[in-house]
């Protein structure tokens, strides 16, 4: 039998993550957060000198990456690279940027599925991120689509920043959050949008515990 699979897609700050890695580590499966790999290929393009526009220079590092990164797993949030956590570097404003410039290459977004689709291993699998249910997994047992609104994610991303001590501008992170939306929606290969099978879910007045619950509901009725 196929192993099973639940995508969560959605754009920056609807709480994908959050959700996604809840309810990997209810069901005890394996859990892959895609935005990661795009975030450690781009920190380790800015450390090794390598282009963002160089798609072929990109391929041949995420090859290499494939065999020495350990991306975060449900109960972890470290990602290690070369023995080393690097997960407080990948969650700057600056890595969200980059990662954001090279995941609209083709080449690149394809030199990714082999690493992400070896993570559907038993018991199952719960992937997050913007083309899991459309791209990566799209026979996936159960899809779904988070989303809120602009400024609700904005101030979302705003409070994180706050809480860990760094200054943040919420005008200029709803812009950001907006720009990334366009980016994200617009580009030609994997475009961020709901699989047609996928169900949507609005999260913008509801915490993280009713938005799990919600979603625990659904994957009872599906599995």
């Known amino acids: 039998m196929s192993v099973p699979v639940i995508t969560i897609d959605g754009p920056s700050g609807s709480g994908k993550g959050a959700i996604s ?13 895609s935005g990661s790999l795009y975030r450690v ?17 990109l391929v041949a590092l995420a090859g290499r990456l494939s065999t020495t990164c350990r991306l975060p797993a449900a109960d972890s949030p470290a990602v290690l690279l070369d023995g080393r956590d690097i997960n407080a570097d990948l969650r700057t404003e600056a890595a969200g ?6 995941a ?27 083309d ?11 899809k ?28 200029a992170l709803r812009q950001e959050v907006e720009a990334r939306d366009r980016r994200d929606s617009t580009r030609q290969t994997a475009p961020l949008k709901p699989a047609v099978d996928a169900i ?8 993280e515990a009713r938005t799990l619950a919600s979603v625990l509901e659904l994957v009872r009725d599906k599995l």
């Not at 290929?41 to 220079?57: I, K």
């Not at 459309?134 to 047992?141: I, L, M, N, S, Y």
């Not at 602009?150 to 501008?169: N, T």
């Open 21 to 33: 890695r809840a309810l990997a580590s209810r069901l005890g499966w394996h859990y892959l957060d």
């Open 41 to 57: 290929l781009a920190y380790a393009a800015l450390r090794d000198g390598v282009s963002l526009d160089d798609e072929a220079a």
């Open 97 to 102: 940027k980059a990662a954001s410039k090279l």
């Open 104 to 130: 609209v290459l083709p080449a690149v977004r394809t030199a990714l599925l082999d690493w992400q689709r070896h993570c559907r291993q038993p018991p199952g699998l719960v992937a997050d991120g913007r």
């Open 132 to 142: 899991m249910g459309t791209v990566v997994f799209p026979d996936a047992d159960l």
């Open 144 to 171: 779904l689509f988070l989303t809120a609104r602009p400024g609700v994610r904005a101030e979302r991303r705003y409070k994180q920043l706050k809480e860990i001590g760094k200054e943040a501008d919420l005008a």
């Open 200 to 207: 949507c879910l609005d999260n913008s007045d509801e915490g």
